[in-house]
């Protein structure tokens, strides 16, 4: 059956990124690997400017159609001054919320050819293959009641509500507990159960959907820890489940630990596996244009793509299998390069990915 990708370029570099994805998946269709409907859509800055809007109609109905969707970046300087409604992040927001993609997947993989990157010692992070799931849709980002109010006395206070029903905490962490059963069977929650009431029922809606994975070792710690021995010693970590705010911080500091933010991808997934692909870099506004990216994040997302929406382990795998080579032939854009390597533009590391894939 032909499956329906959905590429949405966004603003910046991810145009020049997304085409060198695009270049990838278009090769595994001329092998005839992949059957695959590839199709673009604007967001972002790019469709506020072209269509009033940041995320077109259009787009959202594509998007809806669509097996899987893989986006660049949205937003830049230009739009910071727009109307709140317009701005470029408003229509990813919307995309992710529309979607229902409440499971955000996010590898962080230290490659061995670039482990002298990390500001951690190699031997901390030669091997690294961790994998964070964080939950995305709820807690205490959209929680309610919200705001800041002026208190009788004149003071204002800020406050947010951090919420989560049981229903949300089963379905990421099935995802989690899925993920951790085709990788090492090693699953860590993490929460703050000493302190928060909510951290108390997602450990307790944990234990219960682990009943369900006697094949999966489930392991429990504190945000603080985690933050702590992710640093110390991260390869003790498989897969690691939490909530959005812990999740969110958590994932960055995992991200740095392999030195280089245009390697890394992306997966946010539906209750169905059906989801949106992003490197989890943003547009850089200062190299965009220039043609200097590091497009391998893309590509990455690419194959996370084939993996997790489409079933297409084989073709994941022989993608990230040609991002190694590309590496081990020594090429390197400006963001990855040291003396000894190959200096090569987005392109020419796009192309190199290509000829790994298409030359064996
Ligand atoms: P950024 O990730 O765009 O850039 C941070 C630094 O990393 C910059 O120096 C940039 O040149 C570099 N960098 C990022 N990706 C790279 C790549 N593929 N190759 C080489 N170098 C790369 O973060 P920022 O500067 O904080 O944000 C810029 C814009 O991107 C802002 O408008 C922000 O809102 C947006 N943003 C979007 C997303 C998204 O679409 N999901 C995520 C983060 C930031």
Same mark, same amino acid.
């Given at each position: ?58 787009? $959202?109905? %594509?998007?809806?159609?669509?097996? +899987?969707? &893989?986006?660049? =970046?949205?937003?830049? /300087? #230009?739009?910071? *001054? ?12 919307? $995309?992710? %919320?529309?979607?229902?993609?409440? +499971?955000? &997947?996010?590898? =962080?993989?230290?490659? /061995? #050819?670039?482990? *002298? ?12 293959? $961790? ?230």
């Amino acid at each position: 059956m032909t499956s329906r990708i959905l590429l949405l370029p966004g603003d910046g570099i991810g145009p020049e990124i997304i085409a060198q994805a695009r270049k990838v998946l278009d090769a595994l269709c001329s092998q005839g690997a992949l059957d695959a409907r590839i199709d673009e859509a604007s967001i972002g800055g790019d469709a506020t400017d072209r269509f009033g809007t940041p995320l077109p109609d259009e787009t $959202l109905e %594509s998007a809806k159609a669509a097996d +899987a969707i &893989l986006l660049g =970046a949205v937003g830049g /300087p #230009q739009w910071d *001054g727009v109307e709140r409604s317009l701005r470029p992040e408003r229509g990813l927001l919307r $995309l992710r %919320s529309e979607l229902g993609v409440f +499971a955000n &997947l996010r590898p =962080a993989i230290a490659y /061995p #050819q670039l482990v *002298g990157s990390s500001t951690l010692k190699p031997e901390v992070i030669r091997g690294l293959d $961790l994998l964070i799931v964080r939950e995305l849709t709820g807690g205490i980002y959209f929680g309610d009641p919200r705001g800041i109010r002026t208190l009788d006395d004149g003071r204002r206070q800020g406050f947010n509500t951090l919420v989560y029903a049981e229903d949300e905490i089963e379905r990421v962490c099935r995802v989690a507990f899925e993920s951790a059963r085709r990788r090492s069977k090693r699953l860590c929650s993490v929460d703050k159960a000493n302190v928060l009431e909510v951290s108390e029922l997602w450990r307790d809606v944990a234990e219960t959907v682990a009943k369900d994975y006697p094949d999966v070792f489930l392991s429990h710690l504190y945000v603080d820890n985690a933050a702590m021995q992710l640093v110390r010693d991260p390869k003790q970590f498989d897969v690691i489940v939490t909530t959005n705010m812990f999740g969110d911080i958590l994932s960055d500091l995992a991200s740095m630990l392999t030195g280089s933010i245009g390697m890394l991808p992306s997966a946010s997934l539906d209750a169905k596996a059906k989801g949106l692909y992003e490197p989890i870099h943003g547009t850089a506004p200062d190299i965009a244009g220039q043609g200097v990216a590091n497009p391998l994040a893309t590509i990455l997302s690419a194959a996370m793509m084939l993996r997790h929406s489409l079933g297409l382990p084989d073709l994941s795998d022989r993608i990230e299998a040609a991002v190694g080579r590309a590496l081990d032939r020594g090429f390197r854009t400006p963001d990855i390069h040291s003396p000894e390597t190959t200096l090569v533009d987005t392109v020419q590391m796009g192309d190199a990915v290509v000829d790994a894939l298409t030359s064996n």
